[in-house]
Nanobody
């Protein structure tokens, strides 16, 4: 079965950028629509982006539109989340997950990792 491991999180000042990685193993990444969601203390889980097997992106969070971009490199079995112009409100634990769908986002995902923490300071 698919296993996912997130990395690349850290501490960054507001306005900065981070690139998160999600390494997949145990199955062929090409077969999965993959996405990212985040969770912060005291806040509801928030689905962010989903990338279909056809290369189409669905955005579920207006707050990150234009700032976050999802991509994949199937040859390296890796999914990326490029985060630009980060804000303190982006602080949280970021997870990649699969599969995601246009209608359900990441809520029906069967696989996800341990998450990678992102802290944005002001």
């Amino acid at each position: 079965q698919l296993q996912l491991v997130e990395s690349g999180g850290g501490l960054v000042h507001a306005g900065g950028s981070l690139r998160l990685s999600c390494a997949a193993s145990g199955a062929t990444l090409d077969y999965y629509a993959v996405g990212w969601f985040r969770q912060a203390p005291g806040r509801e889980r928030e689905d962010l982006l989903c990338l279909s097997t056809d290369g189409e992106t669905t955005n579920y969070a207006e707050s990150v539109k234009g700032r976050f971009t999802i991509s994949r490199d199937n040859a390296k079995s890796t999914v990326f989340l490029q985060m630009n112009t980060l804000e303190p409100e982006d602080t949280g634990l970021y997870y990649c997950a699969a599969p995601c769908t246009y209608y359900s986002g990441l809520r029906a995902a069967s696989y996800w990792g341990q998450g990678t923490p992102v802290t944005v300071s002001s």
